[in-house]
């Protein structure tokens, strides 16, 4: 059963009257329980790949089917309702709310789903537990170190047991422990939950622990890899 | 909804000094135009209750001839037995007071300084004489005095007379002579209207009928009623032949007019105060915008919809127009407040009968204009924040992501 699945897909950003064509038609299947890790070089394509399968973006053309829904023509809200359910996301920049604490972060996903205070409560210190942040649940961005962020970030991506998560040079601000810990947590987490794990990166910590990799160049993809259990 | 204003709230306090200084400029232009809305009503107020008090009353019965500008004592254009007409109109319900008044010009002389006045003869006990009785000094004249006179005090403090002083007068009789006698200060007045005290003097109607030579006749019968909205149906109950009956409506055109045209004035500037601090919330919200682009492309990605990215832009507003409005409101309410008390002082303004003001301006806040503008403000200012806040929505999450 796949998660995403990408077929022919084009996509052309166009500055001025200069077009760069940042994928040139790419196919891809993401399957269930996978944990890929896109690589190539900066500008190879990985990130507007993965911002594609997040429904962040639209591909020029082709065709981009999301846990069995075709997304090219959803529109903006509709985008964002897919994202909601199914798709989370951890980003190469720390990327949490500043104003508001580590278990408020966590907890954003919940509320934008509409889930009641008991709900929230009991899945926001589950996800602080698995990724050993209960004793910082209170703090906020600027009191946490980067892995500490990073570790909030993945929780609150795992928040509405999406289907999917795809995480952008996850580990790309972080020392080499912290880094470990953070793919030690969704490697655990990927194995527990059955999750979908999806990574743009070419940092080889993050590589190690891929079942599958992906691999990019100029806008093709010129390894498809094969799932390997890891 | 309430997370909507926590996450509000703490973004305001992001960057505290600026929401300070954005709610600051709201608290202000609401603190001054809810002192413009009491300046305005307290003038108004003031002018239409000194003009109907001391210049028109409620309604007026006057010859069908009569012309108020000239001040004619011409029998031809007077009404006879006055104190029998005005005692027939007091009888009627709705009346609290009418009397008779006999209008003519003269000059007032003491020492070697002349000045015009209008002479009115007046029935002394008459409650609608009591503005006249609050004398600076002396005591007021009596029906029978046939030597004393009562004058204003800037006419008093101009001529330098004090009670008990004599003054000539001159007057312009009813065959077109000039007469003249001297008067004993009995009274000095002050209503608290300089433009109009200074140009008026006040003797027993017994005397002023003789003095001009105006017989048994009156200008006008001025009549006070217990409530001036009944005036219509009074007018038409008092109607007679020879006669015509004016009400408060007809004799203060400019008054009415001037009126009904403040609430227009005062829309227009509360629309451009408004306008302007306005800007500076939304310029505060553009700011928090440009500066959380790529928060606003997590909360995209993490499924936040365009609509609840506006709500979260509103809700700071909203929060912000809370603060500045009721902060502004207090202090607006606390100078009404306090000049509704002590008054604006703005002297003699010069104004003519049309429209008599008070020396001193009290100002007087309403509620429902409190309200009203407390209303219109937020109002104006989440309408306004609604720019930002759909910028803010439409951004594209890729975009926004890798804004700063």
């Known amino acids: ?230 | 909804m309430m997370n909507y204003f926590k996450m509000a709230y703490r973004n305001l306090g992001r960057h505290r000094r600026r929401s300070i200084l954005s709610g600051l400029a709201l608290a202000m232009g609401t603190a001054l135009l809810m002192f413009i809305a009491a300046f305005f009503q307290g003038e108004m107020r003031s002018s239409m209750e000194t003009t109907l008090r001391l210049n028109s009353g409620h309604i007026q019965v006057q010859d069908a001839d009569y012309d108020p500008d000239k001040l004619s004592v011409a029998w031809e254009y007077l009404i006879e037995n006055p104190e029998q007409v005005a005692a027939q109109i007091e009888a009627i319900d709705q009346v609290r007071a009418a009397t008779p008044r006999l209008f003519a010009s003269g000059i007032v002389s003491a020492l070697d300084e002349s000045i015009g006045v209008q002479i009115m003869g007046i029935v002394p006990d008459s409650s609608a004489n009591d503005p006249y009785r609050q004398l600076v000094s002396g005591e007021f004249i009596t029906a029978d005095d046939r030597e004393g006179i009562v004058i204003g005090y800037p006419l008093a403090e101009s001529l330098g007379l004090k009670v008990g002083d004599q003054l000539n007068l001159l007057v312009n009789t009813s065959e077109g002579n000039v007469d003249e006698q001297k008067f004993a200060v009995r009274g000095i007045f002050s209503t608290g209207t300089t433009a109009y005290d200074k140009g008026i003097v006040l003797l027993p109607l017994a005397k002023a009928q003789a003095f001009s030579g105006a017989g048994n006749h009156a200008s006008i019968i001025f009549i006070l009623l217990k409530d001036r909205e009944q005036a219509d149906v009074v007018a038409a109950a008092i109607q007679g032949s020879g006669y015509q009956v004016k009400t408060w409506t007809e004799l203060n055109e400019l008054l009415v007019l001037v009126n009904d045209f403040s609430n227009a004035y005062l829309m227009i500037i509360n629309l451009i105060i408004l306008g302007v601090t306005a800007t500076v919330i939304v310029n505060t919200l553009l700011m928090s915008v440009f500066e959380r682009t790529r928060e606003i492309g997590i909360l995209s990605a993490i499924g936040m919809k365009g609509r609840q990215v506006v709500t979260l832009f509103l809700a700071e507003a909203s929060l912000l127009a809370s603060g500045g409005i009721t902060f502004g409101s207090l202090i607006g309410w606390a100078l009404s407040a306090y000049f509704g008390k002590v008054g604006v002082y703005f002297g003699d303004l010069g104004i003519s009968n049309d429209m008599l003001l008070q020396d001193r301006i009290y100002t007087y806040l309403t509620l429902e204009s409190a309200v009203n503008l407390i209303i219109t403000a937020f109002i104006i200012t989440v309408l306004a924040s609604l720019y930002p806040a759909r910028m803010a929505s439409r951004m594209e999450p890729v975009e926004a992501l890798h804004g700063n």
């Open chain 1, 1 to 230: 059963m796949e998660v995403a699945k990408l077929t022919d897909v084009t996509r052309v950003y166009k500055i001025g009257e200069v077009e760069t064509r940042a994928l040139n038609g790419v196919s891809l299947t993401i399957g269930n329980g996978e944990f890929t890790s896109l690589v190539g070089p900066s500008g190879s394509g990985k990130t507007t790949l993965l911002q594609l399968i997040g429904c962040l973006d639209q591909p020029t053309s082709g065709k981009v089917v999301i846990d069995g829904k075709e997304t090219t023509n959803l529109n903006r809200n509709q985008r964002a309702d897919l994202r909601k359910g199914t798709i989370g996301f951890v980003f190469q920049f720390f990327a949490l709310i500043p104003t508001l604490t580590a278990y408020e972060n966590a907890e954003m996903p919940l509320l934008l789903n509409g889930k009641n205070a008991a709900e929230r409560k009991q899945r926001v210190m589950e996800l602080l537990k698995a990724v050993d942040m209960t004793d910082r649940a209170h703090h906020r961005p600027d009191q946490l170190s980067g892995g500490q962020q990073q570790r909030v970030a993945v929780a609150r991506a795992l928040a509405t047991n999406p289907k999917l998560i795809l995480a952008d040079e996850p580990t790309a601000n972080l020392d080499t422990e912290n880094g470990e810990q953070v793919m030690e947590i969704m490697k655990k987490l990927n194995k527990e939950t059955g999750t979908t794990f999806v990574f743009a990166t070419h940092d080889p910590r993050v590589i190690k622990y891929a079942t599958r990799v992906v691999t990019l160049q100029d806008g093709l993809i010129t390894n498809n890899g094969k799932a390997s259990a890891k």
